[in-house]
């Protein structure tokens, strides 16, 4: 997995790091961003695998970025991590198929099975 990229987006820092760690001991790459505005502006046209991507965030939500990229095509593993989970949230993630919604706190192994899923297709 160590080819692999995986794009954190969370408005929240800590978050970030601690997933950017997360991901770094799975021996994978990680690339951070603040807000899925800062995703679409610097990180869309780099090659990535999978996304972990918080649902509620300012400006444009996790949600509406996975519609979005969905339309554009991508078919990009897409994990989301929220402390807001709806059953509305839920099935929407669902239906735009996000591998999986985890609410925070969330367990760390669980999340890095999900990543490890996403990665390698299994």
């Known amino acids: 997995m160590r080819d692999k990229t995986v794009c954190i987006i969370d408005d929240e820092f800590a978050v970030r790091q601690s997933l950017e760690s997360l991901v770094r ?10 807000s899925a505005e800062a995703f679409l502006a ?4 780099l090659p990535f695998d999978c ?3 918080d649902i509620q965030m300012a400006r444009i939500s996790g949600l509406q970025l996975l519609a979005s990229l969905r339309a554009q095509g991508s078919v990009v593993p897409f994990i989301f991590v929220t402390g807001q989970l709806t059953s509305t949230r839920l099935a929407e993630a669902q239906r735009y198929g996000a591998l999986c919604v ?8 669980e999340l890095a099975q999900w990543i490890e899923r996403a990665l390698t297709g299994c």
């Open 51 to 53: 996304v972990v991507c």
């Open 42 to 45: 610097r990180g869309i046209d």
């Open 25 to 34: 001991s799975m021996g994978s790459q990680a690339r951070e961003y603040e």
């Open 102 to 109: 985890l609410e925070k706190p969330f367990d760390p192994e």
